[in-house]
């Protein structure tokens, strides 16, 4: 498949294309093939992964500033997580522009697919810089995943109906413990459904700790 089309996909120009084609080899690829490079996508894997994280811990501080650490690493990790990443690598049909062993199948290894966009993250960084990667990890990948809007406004809810359609059952939330002064008490909440360990998160008020904790839970849940 053509890389301009993949660059459509992603909406993004490469100026050096060749940081594209590293992303998207993988190791056996060189293994199997005599003319290829050593270069495949584990560096700009690495590169990426810590500049996703910037990113994404930048933009849950700035909009969450009620949210303690422990809540903003929930947000943090539901973007970040393997599941996220290789559903968004499966909305563009990512794994048709892999350079991998013959006769793999990757539409559902979770694995590689989040590593690849991870790798492309680390292409557009060095490719354009920390604004141009910072707004395709926004546009592409915060924005456009489709059920993490709905998590973040009600999460709850979300955690509500997901529970009845697998569980036929709702989550049951415990007040834990309350701590803190009156200007700035923690709260710390459980949530659970049968058969599954409970979660629980912290937050400035109950509604906010059961916030946390039920996005918790659907992070578990989910993958």
Wanted: glycine fraction near 4%; hydrophobic fraction near 35%; charge should be positive.
């Amino acid at each position: 498949m053509s890389l301009d089309q993949l660059e459509k996909q992603i909406k993004y120009k490469f100026k050096n294309v060749n940081l594209l084609k590293e992303a998207l080899t993988h190791s056996s690829y060189n293994l199997k093939n005599s003319r290829a490079t050593n270069k495949n996508y584990e560096r700009l894997e690495f590169l990426g992964d810590r500049v996703l994280g910037l990113v994404l811990a930048e933009y849950f501080f700035k909009h969450f500033p009620s949210f303690n650490e422990g809540s903003l690493n929930d947000y943090l990790q539901l973007y970040a997580n393997q599941s996220t990443l290789a559903e968004y690598a499966n909305n563009i049909n990512l794994s048709i522009f892999l350079k991998i062993q013959k006769g793999d199948n990757l539409d559902n290894n979770k694995s590689i697919l989040s590593d690849v966009v991870e790798s492309i993250i680390g292409a557009i960084y060095l490719d354009s810089g920390l604004v141009r990667c910072k707004n395709f990890i926004l546009n592409e990948i915060v924005q456009k995943h489709h059920f993490l809007p709905k998590l973040i406004k009600h999460p709850k809810s979300t955690l509500q109906e997901y529970c009845l359609d697998k569980y036929k059952t709702l989550p049951k939330y415990t007040m834990i413990n309350k701590s803190g002064t009156d200007h700035l008490p923690t709260y710390i909440v459980s949530v659970s459904i049968k058969n599954i360990d409970n979660v629980s998160a912290a937050g400035t008020n109950l509604k906010n700790a059961e916030e946390a904790a039920a996005l918790k839970l659907l992070n578990i849940l989910r993958n």
